[in-house]
């Protein structure tokens, strides 16, 4: 009997810690818990002693980080997923992040299929805007 009233008691603390901490996190008050656990083993390929240790690595997970895009400028978040397939699945550098929106990676990507047509055009208009304003400057 007694057993039985512990053992809800115990349940029901459990589920106050519960509760406590999900508040905490959506407060963003605890910066211990969300995101997700490092995993040191995987990264062990990359030997980032020598370079100094990464504050993802330093902290022990890994939190969604947000950022501009370097492209389009619009405001992005690199999550915690993304980072841990990065790193330890896809090997990327422990010394990059994300840089560019979903949008224009894509759009990239699509650009280097015409890599050929780019170099072909991309320093002619160069050349034609910069004598452009070479003109303009000089014409003052
Ligand atoms: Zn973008």
New binding site residues.
């Given amino acids: 009997m007694d057993s039985g009233k512990q053992k809800r008691a115990r349940i029901m603390a459990r589920r106050r810690q519960r509760r406590e901490r999900a508040a905490l996190v959506a407060a963003g008050c605890d910066s211990s818990s969300g995101g997700l656990p490092v995993d040191e083993h995987l990264l062990s390929w990359a030997g980032y002693h020598s370079y100094g240790v990464p504050d993802f690595v330093m902290r022990g997970r890994y939190v969604d980080r947000p950022f501009r895009?370097?492209?389009?400028?619009?405001q992005?978040v690199w999550t915690a997923a993304q980072q841990k397939w990065w790193y330890e699945t896809a090997h990327g550098s422990l010394y990059t992040t994300a840089v560019?929106?979903?949008?224009?990676?894509q759009?990239r990507r699509d650009n280097c299929m015409n890599t050929r047509a780019a170099a072909w055009l991309g320093p002619r208009s160069t050349v034609g805007a910069n004598s452009f304003a070479n003109a303009a400057r000089s014409g003052e």
Avoid at 69 to 74: E, I, L, Q
């Fill in positions: 895009c370097r492209d389009c400028g619009s992005e560019r929106c979903r949008a224009c990676r759009a």
